[in-house]
């Protein structure tokens, strides 16, 4: 364990063994200049874990400026023509409870005019019932439904007259407040709250009409980036697949990441040419500038491709170094972290 990532203490590190004939390293500019100059016979390669770690992020950083981190669905039943036709409705729609309560009314005012007909008087339905007299009585009179003939009938609005001023106002972009004052200046006499309980109508009717939605997470399709094959443990996983395939640049992202990587597990390197050109052809900043890296290291990336050697086993005991090292907070020396590590990983 070297006391400093710096270049001169690395090349220092380096003289000190001579013996050392192979390199494994990540794409550090600074780290292959330290190793030339300490080592100049050395074989440097570039190791493949940082290759694919280096890929995938570029993927990621892509994904995350190009995708919200929910991603809205419309089903495809949901059409345009659903728009044009959806009318503002004119009356508040009954709820669930206040409709179950309507129907346990008629059902209970069903019941005492039946038990008044077959011949029981108002006092016993009151106490069989737990009604009041007044109520049965009340009850018994009713000749029809229960409810009342206006329901739902539309009473109309003083506001229906310039309807269309406040569509224009509201699709320019105009508040409730602005669109009142308009109003107060043509004559209208009515409240503020009016209106806006106007405008809420047509916003209630426009999100009632719009298309109805199904979500994915961002995070589920960049997870798909680290997979060797393409498999999501995300509950919608049907529904992501079909939202790449209506993507094409998402499609050809994974397509080019997988053909890297099959390009590492099969030792391809004269594919490496045709990979770059085709990867240059997506036009995706992140991409392309993995791909200078490549070319400025281009040597080492062969052999990375060509050869077994990797430090790939050794990067989980890097995580290792690494978390204890941050335990300390930066307050412990270099001896006292590499007595630590060989305390807990060695001895």
Known sequence: MIDSREADQVTQWLRKRPQIQIVTRDGSLSYAKAIREALPLAIQINDRFHLIHNLTKAGKNYLLAKLPATIKITEDKC???NHTTQQIPKTKPISDPSERKRENKEQT???????HFNG???????????LTRNTVRKYVRIEERYTHGSKGVDQGSI???????ILLMRSAGKTGRAIYESLREEGYTGSESSVRRYLRRWKNAERSASPKCRKIQRKDLISMLYKTKRTIESKDRDLI?????????IENLF???????GILAQKNVAGLNAWMKKANQLKISEIQSFIRGIERDRQAVDLAIGTDYSNGLAEGLINKVKVEKRIMYGRGSTELLRQKLLIKYIM
């Open 109 to 115: 005012i069903s019941m005492v005019k039946k038990e």
């Open 159 to 165: 506001l229906d007259r310039s309807e269309e001023k």
């Open 79 to 81: 059409t345009q023509e």
């Open 241 to 249: 697949e079909q939202f790449i395939q209506t993507q094409p640049w």
């Open 120 to 130: 029981k008087s108002l006092s016993r339905i009151a106490r069989e019932t737990g």
């Open 255 to 261: 397509c080019v990441v997988e053909e890297f990587k």
